[in-house]
């Protein structure tokens, strides 16, 4: 899967602030991925909804961009889920991407 240019990180920045960006990408592919496999997508299907929750981040400060992608494409599937339920899939997510980033070595 490639993303658009617009969305990676710079080097030009700090490090820190490039890692925590590449968590944030990480925990949105996660989710997309998950949210993906909810909606019944097939692996192409899944990687290009994953790319959007990605660039969803994007939209506005914050993840309410990408709950509400999320909710969005739930619901037009007829999928209710409750928002601490979607929340807490967001933070475990989060938890998870950074995991990933931890354990490197």
């Given at each position: ?58 939209r506005e400060p914050g993840h309410d ?32 991407a950074r995991l990933h980033f931890t354990a490197t070595?």
């Amino acid at each position: 899967m490639t993303l658009p240019a617009e969305i990676m990180p710079t080097t030009a920045g700090c490090l820190f602030d490039a890692t925590e960006h590449n968590v944030v990408a990480r925990r949105n592919l996660i989710l997309g991925l998950s949210v993906g496999r909810l909606l019944g997508h097939g692996s192409d299907e899944m990687e290009g909804f994953a790319a959007e929750v990605i660039a969803a981040d994007h939209r506005e400060p914050g993840h309410d961009d990408v709950l509400g992608l999320l909710r969005e494409a739930l619901a037009r599937r007829g999928l209710s889920v409750a928002e601490p339920e979607l929340t807490a899939a967001l933070v475990e997510a989060q938890r998870t991407a950074r995991l990933h980033f931890t354990a490197t070595d």
